[in-house]
Nanobody, 115 residues
Framework: QVQLVESGGGLVQPGGSLRLSCAAS????????MGWYRQAPGKQRELVAT??????NYADSVLGRFTISRDNAKNTVYLQMNSLKPEDTAVYYC??????????WGQGTQVTVSS
């Protein structure tokens, strides 16, 4: 069974930075698309960013502040978050889309932006 393990969340002041990591239990070469989603209290889960072979995609709300990247050798995807705002506070989830097996979610990591 494929597992995704997130890490790197925490409490940060507005304007600060965090880097989230998502380690996959399989080679990420086998994953069609990897992405980060987030869910704030009382809100629906929303897309933050995705990365696939040769392309990235970002929500308008994070464009220019967040960067998604992948390290194929470590089977890990990262989300570098800069210029964080209180509205970025949410549980952040890693997601893997496969072509030939069920998609997988990570367990989530809390990000809180507050002074």
């Amino acid at each position: 069974q494929v597992q995704l393990v997130e890490s790197g969340g925490g409490l940060v002041q507005p304007g600060g930075s965090l880097r989230l990591s998502c380690a996959a239990s399989v080679s990420i070469f086998s994953i069609y698309v990897m992405g980060w989603y987030r869910q704030a209290p009382g809100k629906q889960r929303e897309l933050v960013a995705t990365v696939s072979s040769g392309s990235t995609n970002y929500a308008d709300s994070v464009l220019g502040r967040f960067t998604i990247s992948r390290d194929n050798a470590k089977n890990t995807v990262y989300l570098q978050m800069n210029s964080l705002k209180p509205e970025d506070t949410a549980v952040y989830y890693c997601h893997a889309t496969f072509i030939s097996r069920p998609n997988v979610w990570g367990q989530g990591t809390q990000v809180t932006v507050s002074s």
